[in-house]
């Protein structure tokens, strides 16, 4: 058997785990496999880069960030566009190069956006099993992404480390996190860190409502404020507005936000705090290393028994296959009667509603 492997978009914690536990079940199983390790993501299926790779390049590996195969955004609404150089367009490149090196399945992990490709892929006849990857938790049919476990500790990290300065000062800090569509990363770490105020993209939130926290505490005798937003959240007069015309780009959600906080509170400093890239960075959780192991085993099991079109995915305790057919194009933001929301409002904290 001749399978590549390949990590495509964003980079997150644990992919190197997730692939080690693929070509740990795929050697384990079948003395003839052999893995090969495509470049930067789709790019490298463009432009023919991937290399043969041995046992040994999978060991030590369980608990290194980034991905030892490299990664890039190609995005789905670029791999129909016409190369002039190949005379075709990108989807019939990949499909073309697949065969001229006579794989027999890809192991694709990553994202939302990689999911729509993988899926066009496997339409053109490609066998494909696929892992979901992203710290933002947003992929369709599995209650987690690998990743996220990651990135809410980077983030609650933030948050907890913010306190005593935030508490020496008596000052509101603004925690922006990552999230431009859904919130989950801000939602579980502004939890798990104390947040005072969690502003997500589902729930547009109003100025007025993080004031009256703000002021509230103060009232109580408590001096500081944590405010955690997601980079997707933004105000109720924003959101009112049609999309075309929600200004995007200048300043980030945070900073507007802490503009008109500071606006508003002439006794209190506002701060803010963008940890950024910080959230994918460094080593995976022991949680994510055991997630992404068994999200590998199942993947290598399904290519062993080429049961293929499928993305691994977590169901309620247990790992499970789901049609790319259902994952594709889709978005898992946070829905309205999520019970972390629920629950986060009976802890008292405020969703800027
Ligand atoms: O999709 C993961 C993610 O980290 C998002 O949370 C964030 O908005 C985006 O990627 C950042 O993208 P880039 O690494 O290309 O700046």
């Known amino acids: 058997m001749k399978i590549g492997f390949l990590t495509s978009g964003g980079d997150c914690q644990g992919l190197n785990a997730a692939l080690r536990g693929v070509a740990k079940t795929l050697f384990g199983a079948v003395p003839y496999v052999e893995i090969f390790g495509i470049e930067d993501g789709y790019r490298g299926l463009i432009n023919s880069r991937w290399r043969k790779m041995e046992q040994h390049e999978f060991s030590g590996i369980l608990r290194e960030g980034g991905t030892i195969l490299g990664t890039s955004r190609q995005p789905f609404k670029t791999i129909r566009d016409f190369d002039a150089a190949s005379n075709e367009d990108r989807l019939t490149t990949m499909v073309r190069n697949y065969h001229n090196e006579c794989f027999d ?20 006849g490609i066998n494909i099993v696929t892992l979901p990857k992203t710290i933002d938790n947003d992929i369709y049919c599995t209650d987690y992404s690998f990743g996220f476990d990651s990135a809410v ?95 995007a780009g200048d300043i980030s959600p945070g900073q507007e936000l802490v503009r008109a906080l500071e606006n508003r509170l002439d006794q209190q400093d506002v701060r803010l705090v963008i940890p950024g890239h910080f959230q994918r960075g460094g080593d995976p959780t022991p949680t994510d290393r055991v997630f992404c192991s068994r999200l590998g085993a199942m993947a290598g099991e399904l290519v062993l028994k080429r049961k293929f079109g499928y993305m691994v995915a977590l169901q309620g305790s247990s790992i499970g296959a789901v049609a790319l057919s259902e994952v594709a194009g889709k978005l898992k933001t946070i829905p309205v009667e999520n019970e972390v929301l629920k629950q986060a409002r009976l802890l008292g904290i405020s969703l800027g509603e």
């Open 105 to 124: 399945a890809l192991v694709i992990l990553g994202g939302n956006g990689t999911h729509k490709t993988a899926y066009a892929l496997s339409q053109c």
């Open 153 to 247: 500790a980077k983030a609650t990290d933030v948050l907890d480390t913010l306190h005593s300065t935030a508490a020496a000062h008596g000052r509101v800090f603004v925690c922006e996190l990552m999230g431009r569509k859904a919130g989950w990363v801000a939602l579980y770490a502004g939890i798990a860190g104390g947040a005072d105020v969690i502003l997500l993209p589902e729930i547009p939130y109003t100025v007025d409502s993080v004031l009256e926290v703000i002021h509230k505490r103060n009232r109580s005798g408590k001096n500081f404020s944590i405010i955690a937003i997601a980079e997707g959240a933004m105000t109720r007069d924003m959101a009112e507005k049609p999309k075309k015309e929600r200004k």
